[in-house]
Structure formats: C-alpha cells, structure tokens
C-alpha cells in the first residue's frame, strides 16, 4: 500500500537536490494560459478523458475582467497550467487548448530563466503605465484647451450652417455666372441693405446688381402687433 508518511520522509532525505534530480529524469513538461472561467470544467473533463488521467492541471480564477481581443466584451478568464510526460501528451494537450480557445503564454522550464522573464514583463508593464498616464494627461490638457474656445466654435457652426442655408435658396444664374437672390423687405431696412450690400462689395471689390421692384403693401413689426395679425396682413399681401 501507498503509505504517504513514507513518501515525506524520502522526499525530506533526498531534499532540494534529489527533488530536482527526479525532476529532469522524469523529463515533465507544462503549458500555461489562461481560459474563459465558464469553459473550465468542460476543458478539464476533456483532458482527463483524452489523456486518460496522466496529466495534472492546477487552476485558479483572474478576480479582475479582461477585454477579449475579437470582440472587446469583459470576460472572466482563469489561469491554468498543466503538467505532462511526453511529447504525444504535450500534442493532445495543445490541441484541446485550440479547442477551447485557450490563450498559451510561453513560459521558461528552469527558475533563473523564469525570474527574468517575470522581471522583464513587470518593466514593460511600468512601461506602458507610463505611457498610458502621459497619454492621458495630455489628452486633459487638450480637452481643456478646447473647451475655452467650444462657446465661440459653436457661434462660428451656426453661423456657416445659415449661410450655406441661405446659399441654398439662391438661384444659379450659368450665363452671368452669378447668384441671384429674390426677396422682400421693409422699407425701414433697405438702408441697412444697402449698407450690408455695400461692405460685401468693399470686401470682396466684387460687382453686385441690386433691382428693386414694387414695394408690399405693408410689413408690420411684431413688437407692435401679434403675430397672428403680422400673418395676416402678409397673406393678404401675397394676394
């Protein structure tokens, strides 16, 4: 019978040496990764049967989500590894881990190599926190220049969407190659008008032809009547 008290006192006589000796004589390989948490029982069964019970897998769940690379949901995952004898187990293993949709991480055999490796991804993630942290104060900094200048940028959008408004009720004349534009006014804004034509053309130093044609009936200001009655007098002018 296995007598598990004996089994401590050989290892506790061979010690660190012995243990490592049997280690490499045994030749035991692993692979490490991680899985989704709710595929792991299904994934453990499967090894089990398909390596019939000669590899041992030790599992412990990730507390915090991870972001999945295909589909960016938050998933919960867990880390494996698992132990074997064998190249054709080493096989069957990765298979049922492309199966599941495992992600395999390398992972050195021997401990110097492994140390190292731990201290080189601990560097890169300082790296990249730094990275990150500069990446973020300089998006604040811009962001908060932006928002000393939103006000006047919104004034400025409104104001190009009515003149494009405006363009767009404009008549395209191919021969003058020129816009016209038909309207009416009140007699009491046609020096405003005016004016407003004559700093265009200052501007501009563009040729503009201003034709009058007969004046409306009437065009009442609404600070002195309703609008109800400013509607109806214009539609009686319309006819």
């Keep these: 019978m296995h007598d598990p008290n004996a089994q401590e006192e050989h290892v506790m006589l061979l010690g660190e040496e012995g243990l490592r000796a049997g280690g490499q004589a045994l030749k035991l390989g692993f692979l490490a990764g991680v899985v989704l948490r709710e595929r792991l029982p299904s994934f453990e069964r499967m090894l089990w049967r398909v390596c019939r019970g000669n590899v041992f897998l030790r599992q412990a769940p990730i507390d915090t989500t991870l972001e ?77 220049a932006a928002a000393k200048n939103i006000k006047n940028w919104f ?9 494009y408004h405006t363009l767009n009720l404009l008549n395209l004349d191919v021969t003058q190659k020129c816009l016209i534009a038909e309207c ?47 509607e109806l007098v214009c539609e009686g002018a319309q006819d």
Excluded at 68 to 73: E, F, K, N, Q, S
Excluded at 74 to 81: G, W
Excluded at 155 to 163: G, S
């Design 68 to 144: 999945d690379p295909v589909t960016g949901d938050k998933v919960y995952k867990s880390v494996f590894i698992i132990f074997f004898q064998g190249e054709q187990l080493k096989t069957k293993v990765k298979k049922i881990c492309e199966g599941f949709r495992a992600t395999l991480y390398p992972c050195p055999e021997t401990p110097t190599d492994r140390r190292e490796m731990s201290i080189g991804v601990m560097t890169r993630i300082e790296d990249l926190n730094t990275v990150l942290g500069q990446t973020q104060d300089h998006r604040h900094r811009v962001l908060v």
């Design 155 to 163: 004034v400025k959008v409104r104001k190009i969407k009515a003149i």
């Design 184 to 230: 009416w006014c009140a007699v009491s804004d046609l020096d405003k008008i005016h004016l407003a034509l004559r700093r265009g053309h200052d501007s501009y130093r563009r040729s503009q032809h201003r034709i009058g044609s007969d004046p409306r009936p009437s065009s009442p200001c609404s600070r002195c009547c309703r609008q109800e009655h400013q």
